[in-house]
Each structure stands twice: as structure tokens, then as C-alpha cells.
């Protein structure tokens, strides 16, 4: 099913779409481009809104993606994040409603945020190689980092609903796993693998942190005003209510 969804993007990719800028330009992707071009969401796709689901993104992208050597899968995360903007956008406007939690009063209230003029996270420019380089703080290593896919964020996700119940699943190792590509000049998995498990929890924070701040994407932080009267900023997440207050 999904080679046949794939297949009818890529076979009309003639139809109506616009170009949607990367946040990455393309620097991480062999093929470099900086924009791909993107379909219009249609009546069709209210069947894939409407169904839902943890796998609303996937299926939405892998309809309206209109690029013959691109999946989804292979895609970072911020790019399919602004790929996400443009069709909510472009069907719905760029109004989102936002359920927040006023500090003050501690109670919930429904702010309105605009998803337009939005601005890309600009951090460290990664090497020709598409990795960042950087020094732990703890153990004093330099490794070199690269984003994960997306697709490789759906196989945690899996992996994780997939563990037994009552253990916790082993997330944060995982994703070093597949962010830590050399360690000291080594690129060996095991060795790397052996490093990972032996990290002081200050490193790995680090390297959370340090990602979060380097990792290029649109900055979803908005200013709301509370009921108190102050001023908060929230950031606006692409759960299923991305799309789900529509339908």
C-alpha cells in the first residue's frame, strides 16, 4: 500500500502544487535540492484527515509530495514539519487554535496563534557531509552528529510500542544510536555503541540540547496572552489536533 500511495504522487506530480522551501536547503540530502514541490490538499485527502491516527503526516505527505527521488521517510524532521505548514496553510489558513495552561490561574484557556512569516532556526552550518562536529562536556569526546530522519523517528516510535509492557524502553540510547556517527575519529557501530552505553547523563543532555538548537527547522514558538494578563510563549506541536479541529 504504500509503494502504491508513493507511485500516485510521484505519477501526478504535474498537478496543481507550489514550492515549499526546506528548512535543511538541502544540505543533508544527496540529491541538495532546497525545495520540493507539494500538492494542494483536495476532497480526497479529507479520508486521510478524518481517519487520523499517529500516521496522519506519513500519509499526507507520501499523497502530496510530488518529487520522484524523495520519501518522506528520508526527510528531517523540520523539513516535514514545514511541508505540514504549508498544507494546513494553504487549506485552512494560517489561524491554529492552542489549548494552554495559564501559570498563574492553572487553569486551560483556547489562544489563537498565526502560522505565517515563520522564521528557521538558524544554528551551527553542519559540514559538507551533512554531520556536526562537537565536544562533550563531560567525558571530553568529539563526535560528530547528524539529524535523524524522519523516517528514522517512525521506527522508535515503533520500536517503543512494541516493547514489553512494565520495561521501559531504552529511547534516549536508541536515538544516539542513530545521532552519533564517529566518536573520537572512530566510526565503528560497536565501539560507538559501547561509548553510548558508558555516557555520563551530562553528555547526553548536551547532545539533546545541542541538536534541538542546531537542527534546522521553523520556529514554531509563539507569544500568547493569558487571562492573568502576562504574556507566555508556547510552541506549537503537529499532533493528530494539527489537523483533527476541522473534521
Partial sequence: MENQTSNYAQQNFTLPHDVVPLP????????????????????????????????????????????????????????????????????????????????????????????DELTINQGQIPSDDGTFTTLLPKSGATIKLKPMTYG????????????????????VTWRLQKQIVEVDGNQDKGEIAKFIEQMPIMDSKFIRSFMDENEPRLNMNRVVTTPSGDRLTVNVGFGVEFFRPFF
Wanted: proline letters at 4%.
Fill in 152 to 171: 528514522e523517528i517512525i521506527e522508535i516510535n515503533k520500536m517503543t510500542a512494541q516493547y514489553p509492557v512494565g520495561r521501559v524502553a531504552p529511547r
Fill in 24 to 115: 535543511s536547503q538541502g544540505t543533508f540530502y544527496k540529491n541538495k535540492k532546497k525545495s520540493v514541490k507539494v500538492g494542494y490538499l483536495t476532497a480526497t485527502d479529507e479520508n486521510i484527515l478524518m481517519a487520523g491516527g499517529d500516521d496522519i503526516s506519513v500519509n499526507l505527505i507520501r499523497t502530496k509530495l510530488y518529487e520522484p527521488d524523495i520519501r518522506v521517510e528520508d526527510l528531517l524532521e523540520g523539513d516535514v514539519e514545514a511541508i505540514l505548514v504549508f498544507l494546513r496553510n494553504t487549506a485552512f489558513g494560517p489561524e491554529l487554535n492552542v489549548n494552554v495552561t495559564d501559570p498563574t490561574t492553572r487553569k486551560q484557556f483556547e489562544a489563537t496563534v498565526v502560522l
